[in-house]
């Protein structure tokens, strides 16, 4: 990484949905973005149920591109941590609703949630892609609260409008929503973009 370049800090927590957490970081370092990640345990956990590439050999794999570093969850002492450390934003992807309300409320008991936090106070972007599904009131509520304190909320919903679409293309359709939101990009590529309604 160089020294010059802020970074973009990628949490991943233990909600379901692995693979958008895998498509965004992929998706930033295409974009040439440096990356921090931090995964809590519930989410190394919910990675070996869902994905077919273990989490430790994709670690290795987005180390090779050489601006990629990974801090554990109870790294407090980890330059994200802080706020005197420069970045870009944050994304929490995918983020539990545990997550969420912690943030929303500044508990910050590991380091997804200390960097949130910190992301929060020096009023950079703070982009959540939560997965919970149906939404209590209660996570209504934390949602708005972040939404309201500057958080950008992006569900991993698919664009119904591309017709239909596998797993991969909602996972990478969060992950460019994701992208925009924190200005790595200025647009979404093409083919997430909608085009008007297609001819009968």
Not at 46 to 67: C, H, N, P, Q, T
Request: aromatic share 6%; hydrophobic share 50%.
């Amino acid at each position: 990484m160089s020294g010059g370049e802020r970074p973009v800090v990628v949490g991943i927590t233990g909600a379901s949905g692995a693979i958008v957490a895998s498509r965004t970081i992929d998706a930033l370092l295409a974009e040439g973005a440096a990356v921090v990640a931090t995964a809590s345990s519930a989410a190394r956990m919910v990675w070996k149920l869902e994905m077919d590439e273990s989490f430790g050999a994709a670690i290795e794999r987005w180390m090779d591109s050489g601006a990629f570093s990974y801090f554990g969850p109870g790294e407090i002492a980890a330059p994200v941590a802080s706020g005197t450390y420069p970045t870009l934003g944050m994304v929490i992807a995918p983020c539990s609703m545990a997550t969420a309300a912690a943030v929303a409320h500044g508990l910050s008991d590991n380091l997804i949630r200390r960097a949130a936090d910190v992301t929060l106070k020096e009023r950079r972007r703070l982009v959540v892609v939560p997965r919970e599904s149906p939404l209590s009131v209660i996570h209504l509520e934390n949602l708005t609260r972040l939404a309201a304190l500057g958080a950008t909320v992006i569900p991993p919903e698919p664009a119904f409008y591309l017709g239909e679409q596998s797993i991969e293309d909602v996972a990478d359709f969060a992950a460019q929503r994701a992208l925009l939101a924190l200005g790595v990009i200025e647009q979404l590529p093409s083919r997430f973009q909608y085009r008007g309604p297609r001819a009968r």
